[in-house]
């Protein structure tokens, strides 16, 4: 079956860096997305890989490995806009859109 | 990015009526529409996928005459509850992709609150 595991919920300092993890099963592969929700509003899109590596982008950094059917979000310089839920989603070979629970972020000063 | 226009924002109805809830992308062609329903504290639950001028595809579980889509033209889609009931009450999402060109990206409606009293 096609599947997403990230954390449930994780707490970070202010100004620290945290590192959010997603590792899927899915049949077929046509990229890994991760998307920022913040309560009550829709997602917004953080970044997509479909190649092995890290694409950095600003404060937000994105790594993947087809291998090992896993990929991290790293947020640095965290602020305490950035206390959301981040979710995970990888897109099988029909292009479907398999998401992940989501984690939720929590920004302690 | 590509602009998808959800509406309405926030609908309060009665148990027993319909509500019917748009998703537009204003600057590009969306050959395929989704609808996510999504319930507090929970990821997105895929409802259908809609494709331009043909009948969406609905996910197990998800009643089709309950939840009727239709994907009129490249730029809507519409999702509308019939006889709603306390228990439709949720945030449903829509999304769009254009998948005949090479961004895969998906782009959101701002969602929709469902509130059946």
């Known amino acids: 079956g096609q599947n997403i595991d990230q954390p449930t919920e994780m707490t970070a300092t202010e100004g620290a860096i945290v590192q959010i993890n997603c590792t899927y099963q899915?049949?077929?592969?046509?990229?890994l997305f991760w998307y920022q929700q913040h309560a009550g509003e829709a997602p917004t899109f953080l970044s997509y890989n479909v190649l092995d590596g890290l694409e950095e982008k600003g404060r937000f950094s994105s790594f993947l490995s087809r291998s090992k059917g896993y990929s991290y979000l790293l947020l640095k310089e965290l602020q305490m806009k950035d206390s959301a839920s981040y979710l995970c989603a990888a897109m099988d070979s029909n292009y479907q859109l398999i998401w992940g629970a989501g984690t939720k972020l929590i920004i302690k000063p | 990015g590509a602009v998808v226009s959800q509406h309405p924002s926030r609908v309060i109805c009665k148990s027993g009526t319909s509500v019917k809830i748009e998703c537009r992308s204003l600057d590009f062609q969306a050959t395929t529409m989704f609808w996510y329903r999504q319930f507090p504290k929970k990821s997105l639950m895929l409802m259908a996928t809609s494709n331009e001028g043909s009948k969406a595809t609905y996910e197990q579980g998800v009643e089709k005459d309950k939840f009727l889509i239709n994907h009129a033209s490249l730029t809507l889609s519409t999702l509308t509850v019939t006889s709603a009931h306390p228990e439709d009450s949720s945030f449903y999402i829509c999304?769009?992709?254009?998948?005949?060109?090479?961004?895969?990206?998906?782009?959101f409606g701002q969602g929709t609150r469902l509130t059946v009293v």
């Open positions: 899915t049949s077929g592969f046509n990229g």
């Open positions: 999304s769009a992709r254009d998948l005949s060109g090479t961004d895969t990206e998906a782009f």
